[in-house]
């Protein structure tokens, strides 16, 4: 009862976190800056407030040359993963991003396999062909945002590869890291990495750093509420769940967007009903999925 328990509590959590990252793309929509801007501030503000939050915890950052390096790897894949995923929302909008992103379960039915080096399941690669046609099938009356939907899927990539790295590193893991310090680590080399990146693309100017006080507020909270706790929170949960397991939750984000879209939006003025079908073609897929995984694995 008590494995249950544990089992009930990790999951409900991980729903909570994905509910949370349901507004991600919101806010990024009421952002009024670019892409690049976007997840520079983000990840600046997020890696301030986790190294206080660190501090006012006194938490000990020791950790070997080389973890050291697959964590900075894995930060700036997550900051590839951002660029993508709002760079889609800024060139589309939300919905649009958030039927892409979904391809996740997807990538990671294929990445997963391969860094855990167990077989792949031919079930979850029919329904992520599945979820392939889908795609198309939006792709297909919603021309207008092809880009939209090519940054979207790479955003899925990224982020199935991040997480299955991530679960990956944690079980290896054989030094006293908590997840905050893990955070903060992949976080930091985002940060640098991208500084660096816009430094050389001669990014820096007046421009960039002119924020309204709307934009300033919504990356606070951005920053804040939707990614130092459920970034930390939903890394400790890869110690109880496994990464298909949050990757196939996670894709209830695009549904809490989508709603959240045309609610504060109305993006579905805009759409088509062949839109919804392949979105819902998309949700029948995923928790199609989740039933068999159940089943088989009994």
Not at 148 to 154: D, N, Q
Not at 266 to 284: A, C
């Amino acid at each position: 009862m008590r494995v249950l328990k544990n089992v009930s509590k990790h999951h409900l959590l991980l729903h909570f976190i994905v509910f949370i990252w349901g507004w991600s793309p919101i806010l990024g929509k009421g952002i009024s800056i670019g892409a690049l801007p976007l997840v520079w501030f983000r990840i600046g503000l997020t890696v301030l407030l986790m190294g206080l939050y660190l501090i006012y915890i006194k938490a000990s950052i020791k950790i070997s040359f080389k973890k050291l390096v697959q964590l900075s790897i894995i930060g700036l894949i997550i900051c590839a993963h951002w660029l993508c995923f709002y760079g889609a929302i800024k060139v589309s909008n939300v919905s649009v991003t958030m039927a892409a992103f979904s391809t996740g379960t997807l990538f990671t039915a294929i990445v997963e396999p391969i860094i855990y080096k167990r077989k792949i399941v031919f079930y979850e690669l029919i329904i992520g062909l599945i979820i392939i046609g889908a795609i198309c099938l939006i792709f297909s009356v919603e021309v207008k945002y092809g880009l939209g939907i090519l940054l979207g899927i790479l955003a899925a990539l990224t982020a199935s590869i991040f997480s299955v790295y991530n679960g990956l590193f944690i079980q290896d893991m054989k030094e006293p890291i908590t997840s905050p310090v893990l955070s903060f680590i992949e976080l930091s080399a985002a940060f640098v990495g991208l500084s660096i990146f816009l430094g050389f693309k001669g990014s820096y100017s007046p421009e960039f750093f002119t924020l309204s006080n709307q934009d300033i507020i919504l990356l606070i909270i951005f920053a804040g509420i939707c990614t130092v706790y459920p970034f930390i929170a939903s890394v400790n949960l890869m110690k109880h769940l496994t990464p298909y397991t949050i990757n196939l939750t996670v894709n209830l984000e695009g549904l809490y967007g989508i709603v959240l879209a045309g609610l504060l939006y109305h993006e579905n003025k805009y759409l088509s009903t062949t839109f919804y079908v392949g979105f819902s073609i998309i949700l029948s897929a995923i928790f199609f999925n989740a039933v068999l995984k159940q089943k088989f694995s009994k």
